[in-house]
């Protein structure tokens, strides 16, 4: 469709310009010839200064003995041919043979097709619409069909609660008896909310795919135009066709870009967007009933739409569709790794224990990543390796092994990171360490990665104290190691998210006994920027701050004893960094232990690493310290 209207568009462009030029051809050959009166004609005639003339239906192309051309018309039914002959001028007659049609024709053809072009102009701009430029105000549902990929309950997996309430509409579609001899009735809609990626619009298709009735598709970018009552029309166009198609799900994508609440910001709300809006509430749920048609919307900003857009007879349920959780991941990975060949050794449980928050859609790009790793080294499956270095690539970013980093740069950086580390592993409450780096990834020189064994759904006093000595330990290392004028800007990370996790602590959360329990975060205007319903006095702000400050402090001072009490591991494992680089958890753990990594071909087995009395220890701050985050 869209290669024959450019064909067209191009055939009625040729033909224009082909006119055009005729038209100006014919112009130009008119103005190159003087025109004279038909006296003055047979005036030169007859005195013999006329040596050629050319005859068109009544005009004249005359050619004097000077060699100058002229024009003129004869009157009709003058015939003067044989007079001519007489005189000795040469007479030349063009045939005709343009009807009156085709006269009428040449003259009116510019304007016809400058109408045409600018019909297709108009059209275009208004993105082709069902029946033509003036069709826009038609609805651009799509009718999805089996052709565009069969999907069903069975490719969704890890939302299980919300696979449910859909299913239950589709067996309303399937089996409405069932239902109806209790008195129940059929939904009119379901609200499908959550983050980005979880799979809402997946659970469209594969409704559609499971009830077997017709399922129309749209964006709610694409009931709003610049003319006013343009999206109003296509709401009452696309219900149209649903009635016809009853009974059918009607899908709307992205709902909050129409739904949003009327009448809320500076200006008042948009009248195009207001009247789209208020026409969809009319036709979910007006004086008629469209009974059959039930709609399926999807949004991860319910917090925008209009009160009466949620009230149940619209949408009557409201089906929240989060993040997987351990068990979930586990499913969405089986699902998405049957599209690829897996090695023996691929482990998704664990796959998905070290992929906590990750969403549906990030899964999939995992498992797409593991195949083209594996790919890019000629494997015919995938392996292990592959899914860790996919993993890693996805949360930590891709290795930067081309930056050129100098001994004291790593050295810094791999104090850094053992600290973190090694006060990790020391606290009983902090998440196991998973990895740790001194190779850049992303923006940082180096990094530690703790995951947790298990979804975590909420934290407690203790564990956040814990975490902010491990988020601390950073700093306490290169203090430790280089001295208090020796610690570099890396830290900066580590301070940021220590002050937004204290901050938590004493403004949200409760956890400050002097603070008390009442939420200051979104009143105090000097940390966020909002504008809360009341305002903190300055002696509430200074006594946050001090809060704040004790508990950061009292990390750094928690992560600075460890690193004292336990010098020789601290001492180990950043050497250990600085030899290998990568380490997971396991090696961590054994080289802290003292014990060789396995397949180390530099130590004989059973030999184990350095000694803290064979290091070279300097109190000297290392020149040109780069930053190294944590």
């Known amino acids: 469709m869209g290669n024959a209207r450019n064909l067209a568009f191009w055939v009625v462009l040729f033909l224009m310009i082909l006119a055009l030029f005729n038209l100006f051809s014919d112009g ?53 041919a044989d007079k001519l002959i007489d005189k000795g001028v040469e007479v030349q007659v063009v045939k005709q043979q343009q009807s009156g049609f085709m006269s009428l024709l040449g003259v009116w053809l510019p ?50 609660e919300a696979k449910e309430e859909l299913e239950e509409i589709v067996e309303f579609l399937r089996n409405p008896q069932k239902f109806s001899r209790l008195g129940g009735k059929i939904p009119k809609g379901g609200l499908l909310v959550g983050p980005p990626g979880t799979g809402k619009t997946l659970l469209a298709r594969a409704i559609a795919g499971e009830a077997g009735v017709p399922f129309f598709t749209i964006s709610g970018s694409d009931f709003v135009e610049m003319f006013v009552g343009v999206g109003a029309s296509r709401v009452r166009d696309m219900f149209e066709q649903a009635k016809k198609s009853a009974p059918c799900i009607v899908f709307i994508d992205e709902i909050d870009a129409v739904g949003r609440s009327r009448g809320v910001g500076i200006g008042g709300g948009n009248d195009e ?14 004086f008629e009933a469209n009974e059959g048609i039930i709609v399926i919307a999807a949004t991860n900003r319910k917090d925008v739409l209009d009160p009466a857009l949620l009230r149940p007879g619209r949408f009557d349920r409201q089906i929240h569709v989060p993040n997987p959780d351990i068990k979930g991941r586990e499913k969405i990975l089986s699902v998405h790794a049957r599209k690829v060949p897996v090695g023996p050794d691929v482990d998704l449980r664990l796959i998905a224990r070290g992929t906590p928050g990750f969403s549906g859609a990030d899964l999939m790009n995992l498992v797409n990543e593991a195949a083209l790793a594996a790919a890019r080294i000629g494997r015919r499956f995938v392996a292990m390796a592959d899914f860790e270095n996919a993993k890693d690539k996805v949360m930590l970013g891709v290795e930067r092994r081309s930056m050129v980093l100098t001994p004291e740069q790593k050295e810094k950086t791999a104090y850094h990171e053992a600290g973190h580390a090694v006060v990790g592993l020391s606290l009983p409450k902090c998440d196991p360490v998973y990895k740790a780096t001194i190779i850049p990834r992303g923006g940082a020189l180096g990094m530690v990665v703790s995951l947790p064994e298990m979804d975590r759904l909420n934290f407690h006093k203790d564990e956040v104290k814990q ?91 928690q992560a600075r004893k460890i690193l004292l009490e336990k010098e020789q591991e601290f001492e180990r494992l950043a050497q250990g960094l600085l030899e290998y680089e990568t380490l997971t958890g396991e090696e961590i753990g054994k080289i802290i232990r003292g014990e060789a990594l396995d397949g180390d071909d530099d130590n004989a087995p059973g030999s184990v690493i350095p000694s803290v009395a064979s290091v070279p220890k300097s109190g000297k701050p290392a020149p040109g310290g780069d930053p190294a985050p944590a």
């Open 28 to 80: 130009a050959a008119n103005m190159n010839s003087r025109q004279i009166s038909y006296s003055d004609f047979i005036e030169r005639v007859d005195k013999e200064q006329v040596t050629a003339v050319t005859i068109d239906g009544e005009e004249l192309t005359i050619t004097g003995t000077d060699g100058q051309s002229y024009s003129s018309v004869r009157p009709v039914g003058e015939e003067i």
């Open 467 to 557: 975490k902010l000595a491990m988020t601390m330990a950073g700093k306490a290392a290169e203090i430790i190691k280089y001295g208090e004028d020796g610690v570099s800007n890396g830290p900066a990370g580590d301070i940021q998210q220590a002050s937004q996790l204290a901050r938590a602590m004493v403004m949200r959360w409760g956890m400050s006994d002097k603070v008390g329990n009442i939420d200051y975060a979104e009143a105090a205007e000097g940390y966020n920027g909002s504008t809360g319903g009341f305002s903190i006095s300055a002696a509430t702000k200074e006594l946050i701050e001090q809060e704040v400050r004790e508990l950061i402090d009292e990390g750094y001072q």
């Open 273 to 286: 967007r207001e009247q789209t809006l208020n026409q969809l509430l009319v036709e979910m749920d007006g």
């Open 111 to 160: 304007f016809i097709l400058l109408i045409g072009v600018w019909i297709f102009f108009m059209n275009r701009m208004q993105g082709g619409g069902r029946g033509g430029a003036m069709g826009f105000g038609k609805s651009r549902a799509k009718l999805l069909t089996e052709k565009h990929g069969r999907v069903t309950f069975d490719d969704v997996a890890g939302i299980d």
